[in-house]
């Protein structure tokens, strides 16, 4: 059944799902469906169930790059969390996949150029949202992160890392690295940095409106997010998405229809 967001956007919706449609995997499109009311969950997750490997991690999801098997496993992790999938064996496998990689500092490395604060932050911002992630791991990323959020300044991945862990996690530089994070993506988003349709992931990443230190109204960016699609239906590729146009569009769909208005 579709929501009252999906019939708000059908217009945006349906030409995003032509754009899907015409360039996507089957998964993209049960993605699409699910997103705008029209799927279930349960299908989606036994679709990305076929892919995950013995181990618990994943390879690359249909039509996208490789990014080795931290990253790919965290793209799927991100997929089931979207659908609302949190208890499940496949979950429980990927986090325990992740947390035999985390290093011995508490940090992750995905590929041998890695974007070490991004890779640490994302992965621990993801595994922080599962019931299966042992306090101790959480508890040697959260030192690891604390240590360095504040030395560099970060690109989106680290931010949007940062602010799903830190909103997630109860650490003791919790309140002061959320506040600086949120205060970082408002002042990235104002300068024209960070699209709205990355700043918009960031929340939906954190299952937020709002963070400590951003005073973003959500649905500023579900109007900017609305002007960012292209006549072809699909939204341009981003840091959120990879430069992927396809996870781009699925993202923004999300948006629409998860960000209050």
């Given at each position: 059944?579709?929501?009252?967001?999906?019939?708000?956007?059908?217009?945006?919706?349906?030409?995003?799902?032509?754009?899907?449609?015409?360039?996507?995997?089957?998964?993209?499109?049960?993605?699409?469906?699910?997103?705008?009311?029209?799927?279930?969950?349960?299908?989606?997750?036994?679709?990305?169930?076929?892919?995950?490997?013995?181990?618990?991690?994943?390879?690359?999801?249909?039509?996208?790059?490789?990014?080795?098997?931290?990253?790919?496993?965290?793209?799927?992790?991100?997929?089931?969390?979207?659908?609302?999938?949190?208890?499940?064996?496949?979950?429980?496998?990927?986090?325990?996949?992740?947390?035999?990689?985390?290093?011995?500092?508490?940090?992750?490395?995905?590929?041998?150029?890695?974007?070490?604060?991004?890779?640490?932050?994302?992965?621990?911002?993801?595994?922080?949202?599962?019931?299966?992630?042992?306090?101790?791991?959480?508890?040697?990323?959260?030192?690891?992160?604390?240590?360095?959020?504040?030395?560099?300044?970060?690109?989106?991945?680290?931010?949007?890392?940062?602010?799903?862990?830190?909103?997630?996690?109860?650490?003791?530089?919790?309140?002061?690295?959320?506040?600086?994070?949120?205060?970082?993506?408002?002042?990235?988003?104002?300068?024209?940095?960070?699209?709205?349709?990355?700043?918009?992931?960031?929340?939906?990443?954190?299952?937020?409106?709002?963070?400590?230190?951003?005073g973003i109204d959500p649905g500023e960016l579900v109007q900017g997010v609305l002007g960012q699609q292209a006549e072809d239906g699909g939204w341009p590729g981003c840091a959120a998405a990879g430069g992927d146009r396809i996870e781009a569009t699925l993202d923004a769909a999300l948006a629409l229809?998860?960000?209050?208005?």
């Open positions: 059944m579709r929501s009252p967001l999906a019939q708000r956007f059908a217009g945006p919706l349906e030409r995003a799902r032509s754009f899907v449609n015409a360039g996507g995997s089957d998964l993209d499109a049960l993605r699409l469906a699910l997103w705008s009311g029209e799927g279930e969950s349960a299908v989606l997750r036994e679709a990305l169930e076929k892919l995950q490997r013995p181990d618990g991690s994943f390879p690359a999801l249909p039509e996208r790059a490789d990014a080795g098997p931290v990253l790919n496993t965290l793209a799927a992790l991100h997929v089931l969390f979207d659908a609302r999938v949190r208890r499940a064996e496949s979950v429980e496998r990927a986090v325990g996949f992740l947390t035999d990689r985390q290093a011995e500092d508490g940090s992750w490395c995905g590929a041998p150029a890695d974007d070490l604060l991004a890779t640490t932050a994302l992965v621990a911002g993801a595994l922080a949202r599962s019931v299966y992630t042992r306090p101790d791991v959480l508890a040697a990323a959260g030192d690891w992160l604390a240590r360095r959020y504040d030395r560099e300044r970060p690109g989106w991945g680290a931010l949007a890392g940062l602010c799903a862990f830190f909103s997630s996690v109860d650490h003791e530089a919790g309140d002061t690295a959320l506040q600086w994070s949120g205060r970082a993506l408002e002042r990235g988003y104002r300068a024209g940095e960070f699209t709205s349709l990355e700043t918009a992931r960031v929340l939906l990443l954190c299952d937020a409106v709002g963070l400590p230190g951003a229809l998860r960000l209050p208005s």
